[in-house]
């Protein structure tokens, strides 16, 4: 099966892969969909790459080289950016389309090292809206380069050097979501908190996840208002 799938997680992919689903949401609520594109209350993709595509280091065939990709632009479902989203213009318009939505999701999946990910969350975590996810993606990633650290060990060789770098420099996403749970006003406070457990409405429900403990949930207002009425509560939960 692996085998014989379409290799599209790579370059925009996953963005390409929910940009097909709210496709699927135009036949479903036409009257939501006017003139050939989506309508400002309909769901939309905000993607962002800082890197040009010819500097982009990922596998071919990648998303955003699937016709589809185009179509979706041309449809209003997805609007590609090439620019950083810290800076005041990128947040300024993440906050008009913020605005105008009903829900909010965050997916970071760009740079996987632990301090840029925590200004991200800091910037970003903001949006989300109330029962919505900030994702922090592949946090499993810092786990994976310790096991490839031993690895190399056993057999007298050097890590990776990107494994290396997160292992003793820079740290990862585990790390980034870690330190936003103990220190961050928002999970002080109740507004977030980290969507653990097996249960089938948990992100976590499955066997397996590329992102444990990277599911940052927005709390309603009065149950993180009920959750810190005894007094602070720490990131810890």
């Given at each position: 099966?692996?085998?014989?799938?379409?290799?599209?997680?790579?370059?925009?992919?996953?963005?390409l892969?929910m940009?097909?689903?709210?496709?699927?949401?135009?036949v479903?609520?036409?009257?939501?969909?006017?003139?050939?594109?989506?309508?400002a209350?309909?769901?939309?993709?905000?993607?962002?790459?800082?890197?040009?595509v010819s500097?982009?280091?990922c596998a071919?065939?990648?998303?955003?080289?699937s016709?589809?990709w185009?179509?979706?632009?041309?449809?209003?479902?997805?609007?590609?950016?090439?620019?950083?989203?810290?800076?005041?213009e990128?947040?300024?318009?993440?906050?008009k389309?913020?605005t105008?939505?009903?829900?909010v999701?965050?997916?970071d999946?760009?740079?996987h090292?632990?301090?840029?990910l925590?200004q991200?969350i800091?910037?970003?975590?903001?949006?989300?809206?109330?029962?919505?996810?900030?994702?922090?993606?592949?946090?499993?990633?810092?786990?994976?380069?310790?096991?490839?650290?031993?690895?190399?060990?056993?057999?007298?060789?050097?890590?990776?050097p990107?494994?290396?770098?997160?292992?003793n420099?820079?740290?990862?996403p585990?790390?980034?979501?870690?330190?936003?749970?103990?220190?961050?006003?928002?999970?002080r406070n109740?507004?977030f908190?980290?969507?653990?457990?097996r249960?089938g409405?948990s992100?976590?429900?499955?066997?397996?996840t590329?992102?444990?403990?990277?599911w940052?949930?927005r709390?309603?207002?009065?149950f993180?208002?009920k959750a810190t009425?005894?007094?602070?509560?720490?990131?810890?939960?």
């Amino acid at each position: 099966m692996c085998q014989r799938c379409p290799r599209l997680a790579s370059g925009g992919g996953s963005a390409l892969y929910m940009g097909m689903i709210l496709r699927l949401l135009r036949v479903s609520e036409p009257a939501r969909y006017r003139d050939g594109r989506f309508s400002a209350l309909f769901p939309r993709i905000l993607t962002y790459d800082v890197l040009p595509v010819s500097q982009r280091q990922c596998a071919s065939p990648r998303g955003f080289d699937s016709p589809h990709w185009a179509s979706l632009k041309k449809e209003g479902v997805i609007e590609e950016r090439r620019a950083d989203v810290t800076s005041p213009e990128e947040l300024e318009l993440i906050r008009k389309y913020a605005t105008d939505a009903r829900a909010v999701l965050v997916i970071d999946d760009g740079d996987h090292y632990a301090g840029l990910l925590i200004q991200h969350i800091e910037l970003l975590s903001g949006f989300v809206t109330e029962g919505s996810f900030y994702l922090v993606q592949d946090t499993r990633l810092d786990r994976t380069c310790r096991a490839q650290a031993a690895h190399a060990r056993a057999r007298k060789g050097l890590a990776w050097p990107y494994c290396r770098s997160i292992i003793n420099e820079r740290g990862g996403p585990a790390r980034a979501a870690r330190f936003i749970e103990c220190v961050s006003p928002g999970f002080r406070n109740g507004s977030f908190s980290v969507a653990r457990g097996r249960g089938g409405s948990s992100p976590e429900g499955w066997v397996l996840t590329q992102h444990p403990g990277g599911w940052l949930k927005r709390r309603d207002p009065q149950f993180a208002a009920k959750a810190t009425a005894g007094g602070p509560q720490g990131g810890r939960r």
